[in-house]
């Protein structure tokens, strides 16, 4: 039982290239998510998906596109990067905690991404 | 404009105290209330969440909330060096058909042995 997975794990980009960013989980969740991570910014959600075949827009959203794969995976795009996407990249999955209407995130291990 | 506000630190305290991290909220409608752990170039992982009025102990760990106030703490007893992270609060506004987490900036703990 992995968890969830990230791929790469760390990455360089020019301005203006494209990239594709992974994540997978095995947990059988249904929502998972995408943050950035950025020094004194505390996290930030960029997208989400609440179950498959859906995806809404968080609170950072340009400049990023997203697609819910399958149950298992959701992958964020950058498609023409900017020096201002260098960060760290988290996606994370939920389930409904056992016993409480209330939902637990756990989150991959992360993809730090510097764009020059 | 949700916000979730925490002092950055960075908090020192010595080994075997105990250490307590703040956090408050603007959005009253917030019902649950999570404490996650990050050592640096980690990711986040989660100690313990909470969301009636009062105390939720587990282990060293003991998470308050108090939603009148619109403030949860956590504190940790027996304080050890391999508690030196950064705490991030974290409120969910649930009913909404998904589960979004807003985080606070997150304390720094320096446990000093």
Request: glycine share 8%; aromatic share 12%.
């Amino acid at each position: 039982n992995a968890g969830v997975t990230q791929t790469p794990k760390f990455q360089v980009l020019k301005t203006g290239q494209s990239m594709t960013l992974q994540c997978a989980q095995d947990m059988n969740h249904n929502s998972m998510y995408w943050y950035r991570q950025d020094p004194g910014m505390g996290l930030r959600l960029i997208y989400y998906s609440a179950s498959e075949g859906t995806t809404d827009k968080g609170e950072v959203p340009n400049g990023y596109n997203v697609s819910r794969l399958n149950k298992r995976e959701f992958s964020l795009r950058l498609e023409s990067a900017a020096p201002s996407q260098t960060s760290v990249y988290f996606c994370a999955s939920s389930e409904p905690y056992r016993g409480s209407s209330t939902d637990t995130q756990y989150f991959g291990p992360g993809t730090r991404l510097t764009v020059l | 404009q949700k916000e979730v506000e925490q002092n950055s630190g960075p908090l020192s305290v010595p080994e075997g105290a105990i250490a307590s991290l703040n956090c408050t909220y603007s959005d009253r409608g917030s019902q649950s209330f999570f404490w996650y752990r990050q050592y640096s170039g980690k990711s986040p992982e989660l100690i313990m969440f909470i969301y009636s009025n009062g105390d939720k102990e587990d282990g060293r760990f003991t998470a308050q909330l108090n939603k009148a106030s619109q403030y949860v703490s956590l504190l940790i007893r027996d304080s050890q060096p391999s508690d030196s992270a950064t705490y991030l609060c974290a409120v969910m506004l649930s009913g909404a058909g998904s589960y979004q987490l807003t985080f606070g900036k997150g304390t720094k703990l320096s446990v000093i042995p």
